[in-house]
Nanobody, 129 residues
Framework: QVRLMESGGGSVQSGGSLRLSCVVS????????MGWFRQSPGKEREGVAT???????SYADSVKGRFSISRDKAKNTLDLEMNSLKPEDTAMYYC???????????????????????WGEGTSVTISS
């Protein structure tokens, strides 16, 4: 059974940093797209960053240069390093993954959440000004 569990959320001041981590257990697919998504109250869920099994990285324009996604296969984690945080980064952050090869590279690059099959329960990030 595949399970994703996020950690690392919290409350920091604007300009601060946080590192989110997602433990991915029971995942056996060699071909994958994994990513981080976020949702603020009253807003739709949006893609933050994705990584595929070829190591291709994609970021939302709003986080480019500030966030960095990485996958540690040995530790079975998906991490998101977040720097220069802004109040508008406040949201619930979710990690997600596709089921095997049932995805398209352009969707992974496009931070498409519809193709994600596995989701964590989320970790809350609050940035104060």
């Amino acid at each position: 059974q595949v399970r994703l569990m996020e950690s690392g959320g919290g409350s920091v001041q604007s300009g601060g940093s946080l590192r989110l981590s997602c433990v991915v257990s029971g995942y056996r697919h060699r071909s994958y797209c994994m990513g981080w998504f976020r949702q603020s109250p009253g807003k739709e869920r949006e893609g933050v960053a994705t990584i595929d099994d070829d190591g291709n990285l994609s970021y939302a324009d709003s986080v480019k240069g500030r966030f960095s996604i990485s996958r540690d296969k040995a530790k079975n984690t998906l991490d998101l390093e977040m720097n220069s945080l802004k109040p508008e980064d406040t949201a619930m952050y979710y990690c997600a993954a596709t089921r095997g090869g049932d995805w398209y590279p352009q969707d992974c690059e496009g931070l498409n959440d519809v193709m994600m099959d596995y989701w964590g329960e989320g970790t809350s990030v609050t940035i104060s000004s």
